[in-house]
């Protein structure tokens, strides 16, 4: 392999309201072990010497299953903390909406 991911250190932020996603929590972790299964599934493939393309296929849902999961996520992030942020003032808007906007734009390269 000649490239490897970086890990991107979470960015920390002082929120005292509940998040977006709250209410869905359970669905989210639901989806992420089985994210989480899939990529032990690949490793495991990977690991026995299983076609190219067929890892690749796996790859690819595993892919899709993160895009998912993120575009839930910023739906979530945009109809909670970005609408109670506007409702608080124009200034805590501009804020979320800067903030939603770099991570929309970490999310599409």
Known sequence: ???TATPVEPEVHD???PHGYASDKVAYLKRMR???GQVRGIARMIDEDVYCIDILTQVSA???ALQSVSLALVE???SHCV???ARASDED???KIKEATAAIGRLVR
């Open 15 to 17: 929120h005292d309201a």
């Open 93 to 95: 808007a501009a804020v």
């Open 83 to 85: 609408v109670d942020a």
């Open 76 to 78: 979530d992030h945009l």
């Open 34 to 36: 089985r994210i989480e």
């Open 1 to 3: 392999m000649t490239e």
């Open 62 to 64: 595993v892919t899709k």
